[in-house]
Nanobody, 116 residues
Framework: QVQLVESGGGLVQPGGSLRLSCAAS????????MRWYRQVPGKERELVAR????????NYADAVKGRFTISRDNAKNTVYLQMNSLKAEDTAVYYC?????????WGKGTLVTVSS
């Protein structure tokens, strides 16, 4: 059974940091591109960051470039999103996604709230 379980969300003050984790199981994690998305109620889900299967290539949305870092540990079947210098507009539910060809898996999300 495929599972993606996000963790690490919570309430943080503006300027603070959080590290999200996504633990994967039920598929061959190391051959999948992994992505983090986020969604605010009433808006479309947006791509935040992407990492290649071997971790050698990463891409970021302009809104988070320089503040967020995506990484993965294929030995632990886990992908991470380090979020620094958080802003109120980063408040959203963050979702982990695994993609390979037509196979596309989603986690249930973790809420990040940036507020003073």
């Amino acid at each position: 059974q495929v599972q993606l379980v996000e963790s690490g969300g919570g309430l943080v003050q503006p300027g603070g940091s959080l590290r999200l984790s996504c633990a994967a199981s039920g598929f061959t994690f190391s051959i999948y591109v992994m992505r983090w998305y986020r969604q605010v109620p009433g808006k479309e889900r947006e791509l935040v960051a992407r990492i290649s299967s071997d971790g050698g290539s990463t891409n970021y949305a302009d809104a988070v470039k320089g503040r967020f870092t995506i990484s993965r540990d294929n030995a632990k079947n886990t992908v991470y999103l380090q979020m620094n210098s958080l802003k109120a507009e980063d408040t959203a539910v963050y979702y982990c996604n695994a993609l390979r060809n037509i196979l596309n898996y989603w986690g249930k999300g973790t809420l990040v709230t940036v507020s003073s």
